[in-house]
């Protein structure tokens, strides 16, 4: 089946845009009354692995409801819905490592507004495990006791059924996605982005089907070089002191990401602060804050540095993910497998360890780095989880 419209850009998904498009008919139909709507839902919980497009889901989704044709993908609505500035569609992402109770109150309140476009009041939230405890008792309320016109999209990165409370759970309708093949996102990355064949099909396998990764892969040379360095690591790993510095490095990186877009938005984000607080030109926001902003500002600092962290964490944690592929690569090579690699551009390094270890200390290593991903996930801190990993991963001795 061909699809057209806002749904094309979910790759691989023809379930969930089967599901979708049936509740974005029957969501019309309540909306010209022609029809009971039963197939709609007030509360969705997109679900799925890393690179599975659950944002995406949930983004072509709101189109399709604020579209009067469905989701035709070039109206005003579309359009506004996909550059962010629609005025009924309210997008949640934490900018920490959490999403805070005062965070869901204001949005829960916004969602209650009568839409000004008269179709849909839409709630997106990002990473919905985030959310704290009391965000979570917070959202439940009004998930529970919907306004005729509110819709809550969740997303959330796993199908681990811990991660979102049950009870947020129980009254959502979920919407499983799965992690598309690597020729599915080659070709979308032929077709949308025009990026040549062979450069889409390597940029596919090494992103190991997340699509926005494999985007940035094939065109952002930065990222390319990021992969590479973190790639090389594992066949280093002969010393302790190789594993620290390698350890070193990697924070390095993730630490220079947080700095350089500091660098981009703190300065401008204090400026208009400054502004909308009535300091007028304050030049490069040293300047003397007026009276009583003290608060705007310290708030404004601690989102800042929210930020940063939350750079800095997916940075290692996309070192990581980059790294897990490479041990499975090697596991492949160990147990003779022709299943194509993840990272057959680094064949050579892939060889070298599968040469040095054995399978149990291969399955020992994958576990390790689950491990490190989940001590960042709970502020331990970056150096020391990784310092951990990599003397773990340090290779036996010949
Ligand atoms: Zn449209």
């Not at 204001?106 to 209650?112: D, F, G, H, L, Y």
């Not at 940035?216 to 280093?236: F, G, N, S």
């Not at 708030?299 to 540095?305: A, D, I, T, V």
Request: proline share 5%.
């Amino acid at each position: 089946m061909e699809t057209t419209g806002v749904f094309a850009q979910l790759v691989g998904q023809d379930r969930a845009i089967e599901v979708l498009t049936a509740a974005s008919a029957a969501a019309k139909e309540l909306i010209d009354g022609s029809g009971s709507g039963t197939a709609m839902t007030h509360a969705w919980l997109f679900v799925g692995p890393p690179g599975s497009g659950r944002s995406v889901a949930a983004r072509a989704f709101a189109q399709a409801l604020q579209c009067r044709d469905g989701g035709c993908g070039h109206c005003q609505d579309c359009h506004t819905v996909k550059v962010g500035t629609h005025p009924d569609v309210h997008v949640v992402i934490p900018e920490g490592l959490s999403i805070s109770v005062r965070e869901i109150r204001e949005i829960v309140r916004v969602a209650a507004f009568h839409p000004a476009g008269g179709r849909w009041q839409i709630v997106i939230i990002e990473d919905a495990d985030r959310l704290t405890e009391g965000a979570a008792n917070a959202l439940l309320k009004a998930i529970e006791e919907p306004s005729a016109h509110t819709v809550f999209l969740l997303c959330a990165p796993t199908t681990h059924p811990d991660d979102v409370s049950v009870t947020i759970r129980s009254r959502c309708r979920v919407l499983p996605l799965r992690t598309p093949p690597a020729e599915a996102v080659a070709a979308v990355l032929i077709d949308r982005d025009g990026i040549d064949s062979e450069a889409a099909h390597w940029a596919a396998r090494a992103a190991q089907g997340h699509v926005g990764r494999a985007k940035r892969l094939a065109t952002d040379e930065v990222a390319k070089q990021r992969r590479a360095a973190v790639l090389a690591i594992p066949a280093k790993l002969v010393s302790m002191e190789a594993c620290l510095s390698a350890a070193d490095d990697l924070v390095g990186a993730a630490e220079a990401d947080a700095a350089a877009l500091a660098d981009e938005l703190d300065a401008p984000e204090r400026e208009s602060l400054m502004q909308s607080l009535g300091a007028g030109g304050t030049g490069k926001g040293t300047g003397a804050a007026p009276r009583g902003s003290a608060g705007a500002v310290k708030e404004l600092e601690r989102k800042q540095k929210a930020r940063a962290t939350r750079v800095q964490r997916d940075a290692l944690d996309r070192a990581l993910v980059d790294l897990t592929g490479f041990y499975r690569d090697v596991l492949l090579v160990h147990a003779g497998s022709d299943v194509p690699l993840s990272h057959a551009d680094h064949q050579q390094e892939i060889n070298q360890v599968a040469s040095a270890v054995t399978p149990e200390w291969l399955l020992k290593s994958l576990d390790a780095i689950v491990a490190a991903r989940q001590s960042l996930e709970t502020n331990v801190k970056p150096r020391i989880a990784l310092a951990a990993l990599t003397t773990g991963l340090r290779l036996p001795r010949q």
